[in-house]
Each structure stands twice: as structure tokens, then as C-alpha cells.
């Protein structure tokens, strides 16, 4: 076979001389340029016995000049490659692979000099060469991919004898990579007969000065050869010039400077899983202390949020836990269990950092009155000090205890307990602790008291809701509909340690008042509102007044979940506001809160008065909101051992048990954050369906495209509404958001529609590509119009929603061009612009990038531009992905080089740095495929080429199949850590696989 013959002859392939042959030189350097270019070049070659140090000059001019005539040729809108140079320019190779290829033939020179030469590893110098070679021979480049490097090296001394032999082990086996060795050996056959041609008509090297030369110095000579060398000493100048005087390269980020935050900290939550912190700069969450009562635990986090107290108000029984105090890195510090006595215990606030306060009552008697069981609560009910540490127990008080609020110096604790003439009101005493316990109470209020106690930050006063009359209002015995059972008044009072009680805001009928915070000053107090009663029941709005009384300023209207929040160090106010679930009418613009339930918006007031939001997210990715700390409150994350990196070692396909054969994957298949649910397609219906990977359930989500997720820990997926023949779903031509919860039949919220760019009702027009920032700041969606040929970028944020881009929608027979855009921050978003179109191609494709401002304000800038290659009639991105920790961008572009797109093209997938946009690394290059996906240790890519899914590292430098040759495999989709899903073809039909990495 050809084959073998090539590895005897690689076997015995010799290394580089020990200095360069300049004849071979000019005849190597003839297969890229043209002869004086090539002659002018080879002269700067200078004697040494490293060939890579011989050659450290003619490399980096050669390649800057390869690189120059490329760009010139593009100007000049491109040359067929001339047959007496089959590297040239013209060809589209990149210059560091033709120059490789030429010198590996001309001067035999290994990938380990070659490699020093070009600043690129042997791996990517073999794919080098063998891409190349497929300039010369394309079916080089129908190999498998993962045999193209060392395809690329056949003929590589420094090839390692073990890969060698691999190599040619499989070639074997694979017709299509024994057909490139193959035809390797024919391309090169061909150049070193066209060097043989060459190096037979060299023309004679210029004259040298010096040696039987001088006799034939004539003047003429003389002038001759002086002007030659002064042309090479200008190159040679030129070059130096070119390399220390040039500027510098400017590195081209994904992410602009980062912007001074308006609010930066935690915001602490209470979800039902536990304690979770979110980070205002970035949108993120993070759990902290996982509930250890299964979602029923209450928390009580102390004052300099260092622990929390857990408690199940649901289980008291003798022998259960039902009291547990965790630092925040989740490290537990005391357990209680009442089987002492099984009396109901509830902790009501922490002292200090050290003692938590608890409320212990006496069990209820079923044997004895409702009357006497109320008496027995006033006499035997204690406040009890816990230390934490120890868990050793202090009794402060014994009697009327309903709830206790230390000072913040906790010399002080305002304790209210039972209203005598009512069981459903309560008194307030200020009592001092000292050594022995409390005192006696230094102030009270007889009146019942409506709210919790808030203390000033100073501890002067504590401020409460109160009811202004005698007491509650006796409850009629036949109640109208819609009358208050509540107190006539409650008015919002100050206690001071004198006694003595100063109305700060009056109420009025049915509406309940209660303080929320301070300023860290102490000078303006911040109280909530809350109607009781009437159509706005529940209806709630946050109001600052200043702290010694006067007219309040309404600040967010919401809901009774509002809150407002202040921290050490900052002179703001964060508020939390819960919107409407289902806003009546239209929305005009985006607003957190507006397309979703329960949707939590979070902003800043600052002290000029000004509000500016900082996040939104839905209820469920955050919970009751506690406190907001400093950025360097919370313990940093506890070390989790590292688990062991892939290594890229992969199963053979399965079919994924438990999913019909009906489901598919396609373009529109992507999976939540945490990996738990999977959308994919049906074959038999055009809508999408929500698959639960671990309940093993399915629901198909009508009336809907263009899916992403709203990734802030929900589980709410943002699409486009379509048309649909099923009940109860929303209009076509808007926005929705839908629940991923497959157990909830109807899934899309806010049905009324969500129509942000007005186009409703137009035929015309129509969304594509919503998507939402981390941290729900700002959402970015397209229109296309179809009668106006143009595709539109919006960016919406809290005050409107506006267009920031715009382009040809329509190229062609190519038909209607990608939308392509992705979030990679709270406020920078990267979209694809196709420019420069001829003939129905687009010639170039620009990556830019939004930055949605502090104030709501978009500025556009472009990063980089991708062009297409020497005789190719067009390009267009048509994926793109960012690896999840935001280190790299994945594209793939199609390339094409006919008239007819479905002939003749090719894709390229690329791999782009963060941190420099500029640094392309080419992962591979084939036939056309479909889908890219990320690992979720953004190390590894999959992909789909040459009809066949595939695995590479982000830098190339190693890659392998997932399916098996001669199998139609596309969309792989990364499920978990070490889990990849693909659709494969098993005859004429086809499933879902899956496949595990190690």
C-alpha cells in the first residue's frame, strides 16, 4: 500500500542539515512567492548551524508578506492562484501553514524546528501541514479529525514512533484517512518534482563581494551589486523596524472596563432551600446554609450576619431537633432538642453574635379553658438566652412574652407580650439587661402594639405600629362583606428610654403601618404601608419620613413583600419591590416584574433622591429578603475537592433511557443550568417540549420558539410566541415567558402578551432570539422585517426599549441570515453583524458588543472582524457559544465557495479568548454540521462536523469523535459534567444517544 511506503520512507526521514541550503531555500520559498520575492526573502537567511536560527528572520518577513499579499488581493477582490506557485496567497491558506508546508518539503525540516519557527505546537504544525496539503489535494481534509495532526506529520522525524505506528494502524482500518495519506504523498510527490523543476533553472545569486569576485569588479558591477544591497539593507531595516518600532498590539476584550456599580454586596435571601446570598454586581446567587428542615425551616440571621438560627415551627416533639445555629459557610455550631419538657420553643432574635434569644411557652391543656390557657401563657412563658457555643441556657424573663428586639448596644430589650383586655394585642415594655437579667421595664406603651419593634441605629428609640383607639374593635357577629375587622387607626409611634411616645405619621382606617429600616444616620426612617381592606387588599407602598416626624415621601409601590435595606459604608438604600404577577392591559416596555410572577425588583436610592435598578429576578431564584452585607461579608466558598479533569475518554453511545422515540434534538435544544431539564423537539409536532431528566416527564410547550433560559437559578425559559391551533395561548408575534417545570401544564406566564417593540399585528414582522442578562438588568431580542428586508437588535432595561442595530435581514439564496447575540455579563452583550454582501454572500461577518450603561443608556462598538478567504464567494456565523465560565467564545462559520450554497461549502468552528478576541485558534475544519456546546468545565467543545459529533480542547490541541464513523450524528448538547447527548442515525431513523467523558 502507498501508505506503508510513506512510513518506511518517514522512518528514514533525516533531519535538517546542519546549516540551510540556500539553492533549496529559493526553490522551497518558489512554492509560496514568486521568484525576486522569493530570491529577496532567502537572503536573509544567515549562517548558522541551528536551522531555526538561520531562518529567525526569513519567517516573520515571509509571513508578513504572505499576510500583506493577502490583504492586497482582497482590495483587488482576489486572483486565481498561478499553477507555478500552488501556495501563493491566492490559495486563502494562512501564511504560517504554507510557509510550514514549503521549508518541511524543501529543506526537511522536522515539527520540532518548525514549531520554534512559528511559536505553535507540534500538534497545530501537524494540522498545519496537513491543511496545506489540502489546498493542493481537498480530500486530505475528509480525514478523521482527530488523525489530522499526525496525518499532517507522516513525514515527520519528530514524530513519536508510537503515534506513528497508531497512525497507520488506523489508516488501515479507515478508508477515508488511508485516501489522505494518500494523497499527502501525491501533494508532496508534486512539490518536491516542482522543486526539482525549480532548483534546475535557478537563475544565479547575485554577486558576492570579495573572493574571485573582485576580478570581475567592474564599476558597472560595483553600482549594480551596491544597489542590491542596499535594497536588502532597507528590507532588512524595514523588518527590524517593523519588529521593535511598530506599536504594540492592542488586545481586543470580550468585556469592556468595568463600570462603577451603583449597588455592589450581598443581598441575603430566605428561600425554601435554605440561605442564599446574591451578588448585586453580578446577578448571581449563591446557597449558603441549605435548610436542614427540608424547605419548612425559619431563619433568624444574627446581627453582623456572621450565623443563622434555623428553626421548624412544625416539629416539637420530645427528641427532635427543632433548633440549629449554622456559621454561614454551612458549618453547624448547636442543635437543640426539647425532650426535657417538649414545651414550644421559637427563637425571636439574636443578642449578639453569641446568644440567640428564645421564646419558650408552656404546652397547651387541653383539659382546662381557652381563658385559663391564655392566663398560663402570661405567667409561664419565658425569654430564655442561648449561648450558642455551649448551648447553655440563661432565663431573663418569665411572664407576658410574645416577642423580644434588643438595642443594637443590647443594653437594652423592647419586649411586647399579651394586651390584658385582649389576647390578640400586645403591650411593650423597655427593660435594661444587666448580670442578674432584666430589669424592671424603664419604658412602656399600654396601647396594643401593631408591628414589630425597630430601633434607631443609635438605641435612643424604638419605633412600632400602635393602635391608636383603647384597643381592636370587637369583631360583629355577623360580618359585611368587605368591612375591617381591624383597628379603626394604627399610627407609627417613637418610644424613648424616658417613656416618652412621639407620633411620627398618623394612619387611617384600614391601612396597616409598620417600620421597615433607618438611614445609616438615623435621620429618616423607612415605613411600609399596607391596605387591609378594598380592592387594593394587600397593596403595599414603602414611604421615608424623617425620623422625628413630618410629611412621608412614597419611595415603590408593590406588595407586602417590599423591603428596604441599608449596610455599613454606604449612604444608599436598596429597596426590594415584588411586582404584580399579571399586569392589566399592554406593557410597553420591558420591566422586571411585568412578564413574570412574584418577580423581585431590586434598585438603589441613592441620597440625592435618585433610584436607579440593580437586578430583577423571579421569586423563586430568590425567596424573603434578610439583609444586605458588604462585598467582603460572606466566608469565602469552602474548597470543594477538584475533581479530576477530563481526560476526554469516551463510552460508546446509549439511547437515553426513558425518552420516546418521537423526541429529537435540533437547533432550538438547550438545557437548563443546572442540567435537570432538557428542551428538545418533536418529531411529530413543530413545539418544543420540556423534558425532566430525572422525573422522566415530558411537556410539550405550545405556541412557542426561540427558547433561552432566564438564567438567575429559575427555571423560567423567555420565547417567542407562534401561532398555534391550542386553547389558552398567548398571542403570536410577542414575548413569553414560560415556566421549565414540566409537571405545570400550562406553561407560558403573562398570556396577555408581551409586546416591547410594538410590532403586534404587523405580518410583516416578527421577534427572534430573546434573551435575558444575568441578573435580569436589561433583555435584548431582535425583529425581522421581512417587507423592509432588515433584522433589528433591541436592548430593553427599565425605562424603555430601544433599537441599537440594524442590517440586511435577507442574502440571497442563502435566504434569511442567523440572529446571533449572547449575554457574556450583566451588561455586555456580543451580537453577529454580516457586512459587505456581492453576489447574495455576505463578505465579512463583525462581531460587536452592546454595554448597557448605569443609567439605561446602550453604546455599540465593533471587536473583530471574520472576512472570507481567497476565493471563497461569502461567510456566515452560524453558531455561537460562550464556555460557562465566560473564558472563551466558540463560533462556527460556513463557508462557502459556490454560486450554489449547498455545493462546495465548508464550516471552520474557532475558539476566541475572552480576554483578547484577536487570538483565534482554528479547532477544525470540514464538511458542514450542526451544534456547539460547551462542557461545563468550559476545557472541552463539542461539536458537529462532517456529518459525525465531535470533541476538542478549547486550543485544539487535542480532539476526538463521540460517534462512530459512517453514522450521521449533529447536536451534541452537554447534559452534566460528563454526560454529552446527540442526536445519531440508526438506518432511517433516528435517536437521542448519550455518551459519558472521563
Known amino acids: 500500500m502507498g501508505s506503508d511506503r510513506g512510513a518506511t520512507r518517514a522512518t528514514a526521514a533525516h533531519t535538517a542539515a546542519p546549516h540551510v541550503d540556500a539553492a533549496r531555500l529559493r526553490a522551497g520559498l518558489r512554492l509560496v512567492f514568486l521568484g525576486d520575492t522569493a530570491d529577496r526573502l532567502a537572503r536573509l537567511a544567515r549562517p548558522a548551524s541551528d536551522p531555526a536560527e538561520a531562518l529567525d528572520a526569513v519567517v516573520p518577513a515571509a509571513t508578513l508578506r504572505y499576510t500583506l499579499a493577502q490583504w492586497r488581493q482582497r482590495l483587488r477582490r482576489g486572483t486565481a492562484p498561478e499553477r507555478a506557485v500552488p501556495l501563493a496567497p491566492a490559495t486563502g491558506l494562512p501564511g504560517h501553514a504554507a510557509l510550514a508546508l514549503a521549508l518541511h518539503v524543501a529543506l526537511d525540516l522536522d515539527t520540532a524546528v518548525l514549531s520554534r519557527l512559528f511559536g505553535r505546537t507540534p500538534e497545530q504544525v501537524g494540522l498545519d501541514l496537513a491543511h496545506a496539503r489540502g489546498a493542493l489535494r481537498p480530500s486530505i481534509l475528509s480525514a478523521c479529525l482527530d488523525s489530522l495532526p499526525s496525518i499532517g506529520r507522516y513525514r515527520d522525524a519528530a514524530l513519536d514512533l508510537g503515534e506513528r505506528v497508531a497512525l497507520y494502524q488506523h489508516a488501515r482500518g479507515c478508508d477515508r484517512c488511508r485516501a489522505a495519506l494518500e494523497a499527502a504523498e501525491a501533494a508532496d510527490a508534486d512539490l518536491r518534482a516542482l522543486l526539482d523543476a525549480v532548483g534546475a533553472t535557478l537563475p544565479p545569486e547575485a554577486t558576492r563581494r570579495g573572493g574571485p569576485a573582485r576580478a570581475l569588479a567592474t564599476p558597472t558591477a560595483l553600482l549594480a551589486s551596491g544597489g542590491a544591497l542596499l535594497v536588502v539593507l532597507l528590507l ?10 511598530a506599536a504594540p498590539h492592542v488586545p481586543v476584550p470580550l468585556r469592556p472596563a468595568a463600570q462603577p456599580a451603583d449597588a455592589t454586596g450581598w443581598l441575603l435571601f430566605e428561600r425554601s432551600d435554605g440561605i442564599a446570598a446574591l451578588d448585586l454586581a453580578s446577578g448571581t446567587t449563591r446557597l449558603l446554609v441549605p435548610d436542614p428542615f427540608g424547605g419548612r425551616g425559619l431563619a433568624l440571621v444574627s446581627p453582623a450576619y456572621r450565623r443563622v438560627a434555623y428553626w421548624s415551627p412544625w416539629d416539637v416533639t420530645p427528641g427532635n431537633e427543632a433548633l440549629e445555629v449554622y456559621d454561614l459557610d454551612g458549618r453547624l455550631l448547636h442543635s437543640w432538642s426539647w425532650e426535657e419538657d417538649a414545651r414550644p420553643t421559637y427563637p425571636t432574635a439574636w443578642l449578639d453574635e453569641e446568644t440567640l434569644l428564645v421564646v419558650q411557652q408552656p404546652q397547651w391543656d387541653p383539659t382546662i379553658s381557652d381563658q385559663e390557657n391564655q392566663a398560663r401563657w402570661r405567667r409561664e412563658t419565658a425569654l430564655v438566652a442561648i449561648d450558642v457555643a455551649s448551648g447553655a441556657r440563661r432565663v431573663l424573663l418569665r411572664g407576658s412574652v410574645g416577642w423580644a428586639v434588643p438595642s443594637p448596644d443590647g443594653t437594652l430589650i423592647a419586649i411586647s407580650g399579651s394586651y390584658e383586655s385582649d389576647s390578640r394585642g400586645t403591650a411593650l415594655d ?32 424604638v419605633y412600632l405600629g400602635i393602635v391608636a383607639g383603647p384597643g381592636i374593635e370587637p369583631k360583629p357577629a355577623d360580618p359585611v362583606p368587605g368591612q375591617s375587622e381591624m383597628p379603626a387607626r394604627i399610627d407609627l409611634v417613637a418610644l424613648d428610654r424616658d417613656g416618652r411616645v412621639t407620633t411620627i405619621v398618623e394612619g387611617r382606617s384600614g391601612v396597616m403601618l409598620r417600620p421597615i429600616t433607618f438611614t445609616p444616620d438615623g435621620q429618616t426612617l423607612i415605613f411600609q404601608s399596607t391596605n387591609l381592606d378594598g380592592p387594593e387588599t394587600f397593596n403595599a407602598t414603602l414611604w421615608q419620613v424623617p425620623a422625628t416626624g413630618g410629611t412621608p415621601t412614597p419611595l415603590a409601590t408593590g406588595s407586602y413583600y417590599d423591603a428596604a435595606y441599608w449596610r455599613d459604608g454606604s449612604e444608599a438604600i436598596l429597596l426590594v419591590n415584588a411586582t404584580d404577577a399579571f399586569p392589566q392591559g399592554e406593557i410597553e416596555q420591558f420591566r422586571p416584574g411585568g412578564p413574570s410572577p412574584a418577580w423581585w425588583t431590586i434598585s438603589v436610592l441613592g441620597p440625592d433622591g435618585t433610584r436607579r435598578p440593580v437586578v430583577g429576578l423571579p421569586w423563586d431564584a430568590a425567596g424573603w429578603p434578610i439583609a444586605w452585607l458588604p ?8 474548597e470543594t475537592p477538584a475533581s479530576e ?5 469516551v463510552s460508546p453511545p446509549e439511547r437515553v433511557t426513558g425518552m420516546p422515540a418521537e423526541y429529537t434534538l435540533d437547533a432550538r435544544s438547550t438545557v437548563s443550568p443546572d442540567g435537570r431539564v432538557v428542551v428538545v423537539a418533536d418529531k411529530t409536532s413543530t413545539a418544543p417540549v420540556i423534558w425532566d431528566r430525572e422525573r422522566e416527564e415530558s411537556r410539550a410547550r405550545f405556541g412557542a420558539a426561540d427558547f433561552a433560559w432566564v438564567r438567575n437559578g429559575s427555571d423560567l425559559l423567555i420565547g417567542v410566541a407562534v401561532p398555534s391551533e391550542e386553547e389558552r395561548l398567548p398571542p403570536p408575534g410577542r414575548l413569553t415567558f414560560y415556566t421549565g417545570n414540566a ?9 396577555r402578551g408581551f409586546d416591547p417593540a410594538g410590532i403586534y399585528g404587523r405580518t410583516s414582522e416578527r421577534y427572534a432570539r430573546p434573551l435575558v442578562a444575568p441578573g435580569g438588568r436589561a433583555m435584548s431580542f431582535f425583529t425581522v422585517d421581512v417587507r423592509a428586508g432588515e433584522t433589528r437588535l433591541w436592548v430593553a432595561t427599565w425605562d424603555n426599549a430601544r433599537i441599537v442595530d440594524r442590517w440586511p435581514s435577507h442574502a440571497g439564496a442563502l435566504g434569511n441570515l442567523p440572529t446571533l447575540a449572547l449575554w457574556a455579563g450583566p451588561d455586555t452583550l456580543l451580537y453577529a453583524v454580516p457586512e459587505a454582501m456581492r453576489d447574495g454572500f455576505p463578505q465579512q461577518v463583525t462581531l460587536r458588543r452592546a454595554v448597557v450603561a448605569q443609567d439605561g443608556g446602550v453604546s455599540t462598538e465593533s471587536l473583530v472582524t471574520l472576512r472570507a478567504g481567497g476565493g471563497e464567494r461569502g461567510i456566515v456565523l452560524r453558531e455561537m457559544a460562550l464556555s460557562p465560565d465566560g473564558s472563551h467564545v466558540a463560533l462556527r462559520l460556513r463557508h462557502y465557495t459556490r454560486r450554489d450554497p449547498a455545493r462546495g461549502a465548508y464550516d471552520t468552528v474557532r475558539v476566541l479568548p475572552a480576554d483578547d478576541l484577536t487570538q483565534q485558534v482554528e479547532v477544525a475544519r470540514g464538511n458542514p454540521g450542526d451544534g456547539l456546546s460547551w462542557a461545563p468545565d468550559s476545557h472541552w467543545l463539542s461539536f458537529g462536523l462532517r456529518g459525525r459529533v465531535a470533541l476538542a480542547t478549547h486550543d485544539g490541541r487535542s480532539l476526538r469523535y463521540l460517534s462512530p464513523e459512517d453514522t450521521p450524528a449533529a447536536y451534541p448538547l452537554w447534559v452534566g459534567p460528563g454526560e454529552v447527548w446527540f442526536v445519531q442515525g440508526e438506518g432511517n431513523v433516528s435517536h437521542i444517544v448519550r455518551v459519558t467523558v472521563r
Open 743 to 751: 409537571g405545570v401544564g400550562f406553561g407560558s406566564l403573562n398570556y
Open 236 to 245: 532588512v531595516a524595514g523588518l527590524i523596524a517593523n519588529r521593535f518600532l
Open 645 to 649: 479533569p477530563l481526560r476526554g475518554e
Open 631 to 638: 462585598p467582603d461579608a460572606l466566608p469565602a466558598p469552602a
Open 430 to 461: 423597655v427593660r435594661p439587661l444587666g448580670p442578674d437579667g432584666l430589669g424592671p421595664p424603664i419604658a412602656s406603651i399600654t396601647r396594643v402594639a401593631a408591628s414589630a419593634g425597630v430601633w434607631v441605629p443609635d438605641g435612643s428609640r
